[in-house]
């Protein structure tokens, strides 16, 4: 069969994290658009449900808490179960 030569216009971060996916999956980005592509013609449309997440107002507070924790420096990490078991001790 054929094949055209089509541009996309794709953020960076998530062309770069689809492509490390993709390639542990053992296809490039033109195979699973490609798969994708072939999936809605097949299901005639979109081959997965699109909705608008309904969070409640306390999981997006939440969220929000986690973002601002994770990009502070001053906020202690561990790297592993055992260290954050003795700090959890002393």
């Known amino acids: 069969m054929p094949t055209v030569p089509t541009q996309i216009r794709i953020d960076a ?38 909705e608008m997440p309904q969070y409640s107002q306390k999981t997006l507070d939440a969220m929000a808490e986690a973002k601002r924790i994770s990009a502070d420096p001053s906020v202690q990490g561990y790297t592993s179960m055992e260290e954050l078991k003795a700090a959890l001790d002393s």
């Open 13 to 50: 971060d998530v062309k770069k994290a689809a492509t490390e996916l993709f390639e542990n999956l053992g296809i490039d980005m033109s195979g699973a658009v490609n798969l994708f592509l072939y999936q809605c013609v097949l299901r005639g449309g979109i081959p997965f449900a699109i």
